[in-house]
């Protein structure tokens, strides 16, 4: 089972940037769609960003649409997620996500992943 680690979280500003990675550690993660999703306190999982085996497919949030870019290198098995000009509600833990079909489309909701990492956190100060 492919085991996915993420990292690069921690405290910003409003205003600031942060950059997430994902690495996974298998090879064969580049014929899965993967996706970010966050979870603040007291708050369902939900989705941020999805990507497509290849690359070529992404999908946002409305919430950070125009604000974060999802991309993958699958060279290094690491899917990454760029986040700009980061706001206070940004606050939450940040997990990467994969479904472990080969080639299947994005999906929008946690049930619909079934490999996880541990997460990392981001908190955003105003």
């Known amino acids: 089972q492919v085991r996915l680690v993420e990292s690069g979280g921690g405290l910003a500003q409003a205003g600031d940037s942060l950059r997430l990675s994902c690495v996974a550690s298998?090879?064969?993660?580049?014929?899965?769609?993967m996706a970010w999703f966050r979870q603040a306190p007291g708050k369902e999982r939900e989705f941020v960003a999805g990507?497509?085996?290849?690359?070529?497919?992404?999908v946002y949030a409305g919430s950070i649409k125009g604000r974060f870019i999802i991309s993958r290198d699958n060279a290094k098995n690491t899917v990454r997620l760029q986040m700009n000009s980061l706001k206070p509600e940004d606050t939450a833990v940040y997990y990467c996500?994969?479904?472990?079909?080969?080639?299947?489309?994005?999906?929008?909701?946690?049930?619909?992943?079934?490999?996880w990492g541990q997460g990392t956190q981001v908190t955003v100060s105003s």
């Open positions: 298998e090879r064969s993660v580049s014929k899965l769609p």
């Open positions: 996500a994969a479904l472990t079909v080969n080639y299947a489309a994005i999906k929008h909701y946690p049930n619909e992943y079934n490999v």
């Open positions: 990507i497509s085996w290849s690359g070529s497919e992404t």
